[in-house]
């Protein structure tokens, strides 16, 4: 029986391990918006089996940032404006709900961790480091709200819809550079009011996020790549 759990927990590790390396490999554009690629070839980069590596693309498929092709493979979405746009209507709710709860019912060291994760937003916009830094701020920051919101109902629904957004903020990280800067302070400035706990002026950076988060996500995919017009 203790050998059963052993490996069941191993492989609910390397489930979490390919999903955590799967995503940041789209996101990241290593697996571009087109390409039709196979489990096996994923499991074989990855040095992962195709058992975990199956179970995390099952896990990720909420995402929207991949489809599977019967008899084809996995093709990684390209993901228009208009859609990421539409996305953005039903997280606005969520997000309201979870900025509303975490200012609310947030403990004395979850704040701290909000004031930290602020901080180092800033740094990263002000020294201009690498997009993957700041997306890691931005996860660990929607992480600890839903868990700062005391429900766990809500992460379930909103932190798959992150994906496409992480995906769109990284290739468009180098385009518009004071844009980026915006969206980047938006998020510091959401951050502080959460950890102030006030809940009017953190509803109220959250819309200023959303207005520039609205333009951020409306430059065109076309500036980037080349896409097949099958595509």
């Avoid at 290593?30 to 040095?47: A, F, N, T, W």
């Avoid at 992962?48 to 498929?61: D, F, N």
């Avoid at 830094?133 to 660990?140: I, K, N, Q």
């Avoid at 809500?154 to 290739?171: K, M, N």
């Amino acid at each position: 029986m203790e050998k059963d759990k052993f490996q069941k927990k191993n492989v609910d590790l390397l489930v979490d391990e390919a999903s955590k390396k799967i995503e940041e490999m789209i996101v990241t554009a290593q697996l571009k918006p087109g390409v039709i690629v196979s489990e096996k070839e994923i499991s074989d980069y990855l040095g992962i089996g195709r058992t975990p590596v199956r179970e995390a693309l099952k896990r990720l498929e909420l995402t929207h940032m991949f489809k599977f092709l019967p008899r084809k493979g996995i093709l990684i979405r390209v993901v228009t404006v208009d859609e990421l746009l539409l996305q953005m209507e039903p997280r606005k709710v969520l997000e309201e709900l979870v900025v509303k709860r975490a200012a609310k019912y947030a403990f004395p060291n979850e704040r701290e961790q909000f004031r930290n994760l602020a901080s180092e937003y800033r740094k990263i916009t002000d020294e201009w480091l690498p997009a993957i830094e700041a997306l890691r701020v931005d996860d660990e920051f929607n992480r600890l709200l839903c868990k700062a919101s005391k429900n766990p109902f809500i992460g379930q629904i909103l932190l798959p819809q992150h994906a496409l957004a992480r995906r769109q903020y990284y290739l468009n990280y180098f385009i518009d550079k004071e844009l980026t800067a915006k969206v980047n302070y938006s998020h510091a400035k959401l951050m502080d009011a959460v950890a102030d706990g006030d809940v009017e002026q953190a509803l109220s950076e959250l819309d200023e996020l959303f207005i520039n988060l609205k333009q951020f996500n409306s430059i065109s995919l076309s500036t980037w790549i080349q896409l097949d017009e099958d595509y």
